[in-house]
């Protein structure tokens, strides 16, 4: 079992930046890829970034490929999304989540632990 926990979220102004955190419990966290999928008001969840358990492999969805970077800290059993050059269509309810593994995969199907999200807003 793994519980996840996110924080960072704000408000902030286009063009700014955000660092999101995910706080996972447990002792295997170094086995599992990481995601970050967000969901917009009345949009369908969609995936963000991915991480392969070792940190070494991430994959991007093309809307935020250049201005996002997802990493992570397995010693603090932590995944970050260091987001950059924030757009207001980037405004959505982020979520971290978690899988035994080592494809990366973005969909969110594919995941078996959520965190309970964090909200980003950015403003024009």
């Known amino acids: 079992q793994v519980q996840l926990v996110e924080s960072g979220g704000g408000l902030v102004q286009a063009g700014g930046s955000l660092r999101l955190s995910c706080a996972a419990s447990?002792?295997?966290?170094?086995?599992?890829?990481m995601g970050w999928f967000r969901q917009a008001p009345g949009a369908e969840r969609e995936f963000v970034a991915v991480i392969n358990p070792s940190g070494g492999r991430t994959s991007y969805a093309d809307s935020v490929k250049g201005r996002f970077t997802i990493s992570r800290d397995n010693a603090k059993n932590t995944v970050y999304l260091e987001m950059n050059s924030l757009k207001p269509e980037d405004t959505a309810v982020y979520y971290c989540?978690?899988?035994?593994?080592?494809?990366?995969?973005?969909?969110?199907?594919?995941?078996?632990?959520w965190g309970q999200g964090t909200q980003v807003t950015v403003s024009s």
């Open positions: 447990g002792r295997t966290f170094s086995s599992y890829i």
């Open positions: 989540a978690a899988r035994l593994g080592t494809i990366l995969f973005t969909q969110g199907g594919r995941y078996d632990y």
